[in-house]
C-alpha cells in the first residue's frame, strides 16, 4: 500500500455512515487532515488489507505520520483532537475526564447506524457495529431525558396562565409526547422481544430527532408575547408528522412487521389522553 508523504496521517472511515463523513469533513474545513489524508475503507480492496475490521466496524481508524500501524476508535480521535485543539493534552492526562470521552465516544460509535440511518442498507462491506447492549440501552436512557428536557421547556410555549399552570403542576404535555414511545417500546417488547436491541435505537432517534422540531416553540416565547398557543399547536403538528415520516422510514430499514398505523393510533390516543387531563385539571 502506498505509504502517505512524511507529515501527513490516513484517516479511515465507514463511507456508509454519516456521522463519520460528516466528522472527516469537519476535520478537513478544520485544516486538520486534508483531504488527500482521508480514504473510505469501502473504496480501496488494497487497504482491506492492513486494517482490522473488527475494531474498525466499532470506531474510526487512523495511521499518525510516519507510522505502519494504525490505531482505532477513541484513541485515533483523541489524537485528531490534540491535533485540532492542543489544550486537549491535558484534559485527555485527566483520567476522569478520559473515561468520560471514551463512554461517549462508544456510545455514538455503537450506535452511529440508530442516529442517523446509514447511506445504502446494502454495500459491498458491512461495517455494522457489533452489539453493544450497555451502550445501546445507555443511548436509549440520554435520548429519552433530553426529549424529556425539551418538551418540558417547550411548555413555556403556552401564554394562559391557567394551562402553564396545568402544564407545570401535571406535565401534561410531556406524558401526551413521551407516553406513546413508552409504549410502544413496551409493545415491541412483549410481541417481538428478539427485534428490541434494534427498535428500541430507532425509536429512541426518532423522539430524539423529533424532539428538536420543537425548538421553534423555545425560540417563540423567547421573542414574542403574541398567538403563543396557535404557534405551539402548530409546532405539535409538525412535530407529529415529523416523527411518524421518521418512524415508517425506520422500521423499512430494520424490515419489521409493525404498522406505521399502529403507532399513529398510539400518537393520537396519547395526545387526546393528555389534552383531556388537561381540561379537567
Given at each position: ?35 488527500r489524508e482521508c480514504l473510505s475503507y ?103 431525558i433530553i426529549a424529556s428536557l425539551v ?62 422540531t420543537m425548538l421553534p416553540s423555545v ?63
Open positions: 500500500m502506498q505509504k502517505t508523504e512524511e507529515g501527513d496521517g490516513l484517516l479511515v472511515y465507514d463511507e456508509n455512515c454519516r456521522i463519520c463523513i460528516g466528522f472527516t469533513n469537519v476535520l478537513q474545513k478544520m485544516r486538520v487532515i486534508k483531504a469501502q473504496a480501496s480492496a488494497e487497504l482491506k488489507n492492513s486494517i482490522q475490521f473488527d475494531q474498525f466496524k466499532n470506531g474510526v481508524a487512523f495511521r499518525p505520520s510516519g507510522g505502519d500501524e494504525f490505531v482505532y476508535g477513541s484513541q485515533a480521535i483523541s489524537i485528531l483532537f490534540e491535533k485540532a485543539f492542543p489544550f486537549m493534552k491535558w484534559f485527555f492526562r485527566i483520567s476522569f475526564l478520559l473515561l468520560l470521552f471514551e463512554f461517549f465516544y462508544k456510545m455514538i460509535a455503537f450506535n452511529r447506524y440508530v442516529i442517523l440511518l446509514p447511506k445504502r442498507s446494502l454495500i459491498e462491506c458491512d461495517c455494522y457495529p457489533s452489539k453493544a447492549i450497555f451502550y445501546r440501552f445507555t443511548y436509549v436512557f440520554l435520548a429519552f418538551f418540558f421547556i417547550s411548555d413555556r410555549a403556552l401564554s394562559n396562565d391557567r394551562i402553564a399552570t396545568a402544564i407545570y403542576s401535571n406535565n401534561l404535555l410531556l406524558l401526551a409526547l413521551i407516553l406513546p414511545f413508552l409504549i410502544q417500546l413496551f409493545m415491541v417488547y412483549i410481541f417481538s422481544k428478539k427485534n428490541i436491541y434494534e427498535y428500541a435505537g430507532h425509536l429512541s432517534s426518532v423522539l430524539l430527532l423529533g424532539s428538536l425560540l417563540y416565547d423567547a421573542f414574542f408575547s403574541a398567538g403563543r398557543d396557535t404557534f405551539l399547536f402548530f409546532n405539535l403538528g409538525i412535530f407529529f408528522f415529523a416523527i411518524l415520516y421518521m418512524h415508517q422510514k425506520r422500521i423499512r430499514f430494520i424490515q419489521m412487521s409493525i404498522r406505521w398505523q399502529y403507532f399513529l393510533a398510539i400518537l393520537i390516543f396519547a395526545f387526546l389522553l393528555g389534552m383531556k387531563m388537561f381540561y379537567w385539571v
